[in-house]
């Protein structure tokens, strides 16, 4: 086989390629408005299993800034993850957990910490089966263990027919915190 100098630039400029495909990978966004400037850092590192989100906005009529920092590792049966959120008058709040890798879905299990700092438990699963049928559950409860929110959530196929069903609980005049998912 003839080597060509172009075959020989090619495959010389793969086998470069490859070992950055494998290191840290860094992205920045930044919003200049003329009431806000925010900033937002990604870093995702493959090789490592990790993954960081900064973020930063600052009223520009104030000088108030909130800022979020969200961190992902990944395990050997997951992923933990931890958030950070502090708010404009310097009121943070918190999410700790890890999410565990089932043989058909995941479950999850932390803490979240309030502005106010009442502690939460949250807890979740998801599932799916190979016909297409999926269930998702979610729970906040106190600390105490009392079940503040619920929301259970079931998907069936059937003969073309798909069935969702979705309950949610609620306990009367709790203010379980707003947990969304880090992504």
Do not use: C
């Not at 479950?107 to 599932?127: C, H, K, M, P, Q």
């Amino acid at each position: 086989m003839n080597k060509t100098p172009l075959m020989l630039a090619s495959l010389a400029a793969l086998a470069l390629a490859m070992p950055a495909a494998a290191q840290e990978r860094t992205r920045t966004r930044s919003y200049e408005g003329p009431n806000v400037s925010a900033s937002q850092t990604t870093t995702v590192d493959r090789a490592a299993g990790t993954a960081t989100r900064t973020r930063e906005a600052t009223n520009l009529r104030t000088g108030n800034t909130a800022t979020s920092s969200a961190v992902r590792q990944r395990t050997d049966t997951g992923a933990t993850i931890d958030v950070v959120q502090t708010g404009p008058q310097g009121n943070t709040r918190e999410l700790h957990g890890e999410r565990t890798r089932t043989d058909n879905g995941s479950t999850f299990a932390g803490t979240a910490t309030g502005r106010g700092g009442e502690v939460y438990g949250i807890e979740g699963s998801r599932s799916r089966d190979g016909q297409g049928n999926s269930q998702a559950s979610q729970r906040i409860t106190d600390s105490s263990g009392a079940v503040l929110a619920a929301r259970d959530r079931t998907t069936t196929r059937s003969e073309g027919t798909v069935t969702r069903s979705v309950t949610r609980t609620h306990a009367p005049g709790a203010k379980p915190p707003r947990a969304r998912r880090p992504r």
